[in-house]
């Protein structure tokens, strides 16, 4: 592993330890049209990082939230939604400027690599598939936060 990666998870475990029981350290949006999704990573992130989550069951619903908070730390987004998937979600987040700076992590059921390509084509900073292990759901999302915090930092 990187060493100034593993320096920022060590860094950022010791603030989550410092605030542990402080929700709101962090926020981060959650959108899956699958009410079940919703609430295991809400229940993962929640307790065992401490976070404040927000909760969308679609694209349009993530957009509303989006609107309505400027201060999202990380978006995880379905893909397979009905009406704006979670490609059209990311694509339309991208477009707006206090937006696109806005991590997203796609959760989702969907192995085919094409669609992974297609992420990446989006700019999505990473790809997690269904069913999470809530172990690799923190490692990812510790990670994609610790780099957003030092990108805020070098600012």
């Not at 350290?25 to 609430?39: E, P, Y």
Request: aromatic share 2%.
């Amino acid at each position: 592993m990187d060493e100034k990666i593993k320096w920022g998870l060590e860094r950022m475990e010791k603030d989550r330890q410092k605030k542990k029981g402080e929700v709101g350290s962090v926020r981060i949006l959650i959108v899956d049209d699958i009410k079940m999704n919703l609430k295991l990573a809400e229940t993962v992130l929640h307790n065992r990082m401490s976070c404040e989550t927000l909760l969308a069951g679609s694209g349009r619903e993530c957009l509303t939230v989006l609107a309505e908070h400027e201060d999202i730390d990380l978006i995880l987004l379905d893909i397979a939604m009905p009406e704006l998937d979670g490609m059209q979600t990311l694509k339309l987040i991208r477009k707006v400027d206090r937006l696109k700076h806005i991590p997203v992590m796609f959760l989702t059921a969907d192995g085919d690599p094409l669609t992974v390509i297609k992420a990446n084509e989006f700019h999505a900073d990473d790809y997690i598939r269904k069913p999470i292990r809530a172990d690799d759901l923190i490692q990812r999302v510790s990670r994609i936060l610790q780099l957003r915090k030092m990108k805020k930092m070098m600012e």
